[in-house]
């Protein structure tokens, strides 16, 4: 028998005994008075005089993370939600019977305690304890070397005792709260909308995705797990509701990365009378804003580098970044043949299908895309790679879209919407044909969606921002899997 297992026999032996006592093992009839952070942002700063003339009694619940016993008394550190207190258990208060149930706690059991407050000869704040009781038994122990990278996949898998062990998680995740309720008053405060959309729709589109395809049985109905709500969302614009946007799960059929999670977190929103240079400024408030309130500088950090988010950003076009980190001339891009000997030089298997855009973006993605470490908005996207987005008045083989790149990682994608119908078809016709063909990422001809644009549609523009990426950035986290409470993995 291994130790885990027979550290498990002991502390069943434990639960029998006390069941045995009629000693409730897992009562419900304990309720806290205060948390470890209450208690010790009221009274941290109260001298042993001044803790001793309080007449009040406090009960905290928490986890045990440190039992230090000695003969007849007892040191233990309680772990709430808010932090930890330590707790005092005397024999001689608590008496023999109840002494003895203390001596028999464990790491990891949840414990309920009443008592008042005093400071120790280190002058630890501390309650001293009129009462312990035990409200759940820790039957597993706690793992007791759980950090290192030899570790990371069982964190991933175990998130709950991850965050039981490991403090600065439970920090990633209280920032990632924070950081969501942040991003909500911003826009509501510019007068945008919350609205939900639907997450299983009848036509998979809104992004170049695979989709996840499930089957309502009443209806005899194939449904989409939504890749995104732009469609939706959009329809609201013709609505009347010129300013909307949803914090929404989406669901991509594709693999599973450092940057990539099947199922994943995206901000949206769409602003009526506004074209894609306006959601510049827009995203350029945000992100500062977010620095401000979670670092208090506009300077973070990320991996081995500092991300310096001063505004303005800098802009550069997708060609423009190509040539310069290919080391080029623009030139020397403008050609389908032309890029596919660059390719050929960096020895990148392509589709020998693709046309030019989506080859320009595939060199993109390979050699700039993880240079872009301080803040850029790159535009100049092909019409090709982008279904959705209007055509540029200048330049119309491209169109009006930005995406942004912090950290070397894509972060936000936005564009001026297409709102006229019969371009619209055009280009669903042709993401139509390119899906018969195979492309399993392209969408069908949405027929619904086009009649709301031949209702008319405002100008407008419209940005995706990834919230795990963003929590990502704001955190200094380094994978997708850490600022995903429970990550898809393998098996």
């Known amino acids: 028998m291994d130790e885990v297992n027979e550290q498990m026999t002991v502390r069943r032996q434990k639960m029998a005994k006390l069941d045995a006592q009629g000693v409730p093992v897992y009562p419900n009839d304990f309720r806290p008075s205060h948390t470890a952070r209450a208690i010790r942002d009221r009274h941290g700063d109260l001298a042993q005089p001044e803790l001793e003339a309080l007449s009040e009694e406090f009960s905290v619940g928490g986890r045990i993370r440190a039992l230090r016993p000695h003969g007849k008394a007892a040191f233990f550190e309680l772990q709430d939600g808010t932090g930890r207190l330590q707790v005092h258990a005397r024999k001689d208060r608590l008496g023999e ?12 059991d949840i414990a309920g305690v009443r008592g008042r407050l005093f400071r120790t000869r280190t002058n630890e704040l501390t309650i001293e304890a009129g009462e312990v009781r035990l409200l759940s038994k820790c039957i597993r122990p706690l793992p007791e070397k759980w950090h290192g990278l030899k570790d990371v996949e069982t964190r991933y898998r175990q998130r709950y005792v991850d965050l039981m062990v490991n403090p600065e998680v439970r920090e990633v995740f209280r920032n990632r709260s924070r950081i969501i309720g942040l991003v909500r008053d911003f826009l509501q405060q510019r007068g945008f909308l919350e609205v939900e959309t639907p997450m299983m729709q009848p036509m998979a589109g809104g992004a170049a995705a695979k989709p996840f395809v499930t089957h309502h049985n009443a209806l005899d ?11 939706f969302l959009k329809r ?4 009347g509701f010129d300013r909307v946007f949803e914090l929404n799960r989406n669901f991509r059929n594709e693999g599973l990365s450092t940057r990539h999670n099947p199922e994943f977190t995206m901000l949206e929103f769409y602003q009526a ?43 550069l076009s997708l060609t423009e970044g190509v040539a310069r980190y290919a080391g080029v001339k623009e030139a020397d891009l403008a050609t389908p043949e032309a890029l596919r000997k660059l390719a050929d030089r960096y020895s990148l298997k392509l589709d020998p299908g693709l046309g030019r ?3 320009l973006v595939e060199l993109f993605e390979h050699l700039v895309e993880p240079r872009l470490i301080q803040p850029t908005f790159v535009v100049g996207y092909p019409l090709e790679v982008s279904p959705l987005a209007r055509r540029n008045d200048s330049f119309p083989n491209l169109v009006d879209r930005f995406e942004l790149f912090i950290g070397g990682r894509e972060l936000a994608n936005a564009f001026s919407e297409l709102n006229d119908p019969l ?14 063909a195979g492309d399993d990422t392209a969408c069908e001809v ?20 990834g919230i795990d990426r963003l929590v990502m950035l704001l955190t200094d986290s380094p994978s997708i899997r850490d600022v995903i409470l429970f990550p898809l993995l393998r098996s």
């Not at 306006?278 to 081995?304: K, N, W, Y």
């Not at 371009?423 to 139509?432: P, S």
């Not at 949405?446 to 921002?465: N, Q, S, T």
């Open 423 to 436: 371009d619209q078809r055009k280009r669903f016709e042709e993401q139509a044909a390119a899906r018969r």
């Open 357 to 359: 855009g989506k080859l």
């Open 236 to 239: 609201l614009l013709v609505g």
């Open 221 to 231: 109905l194939e449904l989409y797990l939504r890749v995104a709500p732009e469609l």
């Open 97 to 108: 019977e109840a002494y003895g149930r203390v001596r028999s706690l464990d790491l990891g």
């Open 273 to 315: 009378y506004a074209d894609y240079r306006d959601l510049m400024e827009l995203t350029e408030e945000l992100f500062v804003m977010l620095a401000e309130q979670v670092h208090g500088s506009l300077r973070i950090p990320c991996g081995e580098q500092e991300v310096d988010l001063e505004r303005p950003w800098e802009r």
């Open 446 to 465: 949405d027929e619904d969606y086009l009649r709301a644009l031949e209702y008319a549609m405002p100008p407008a523009a419209g940005e995706g921002i």
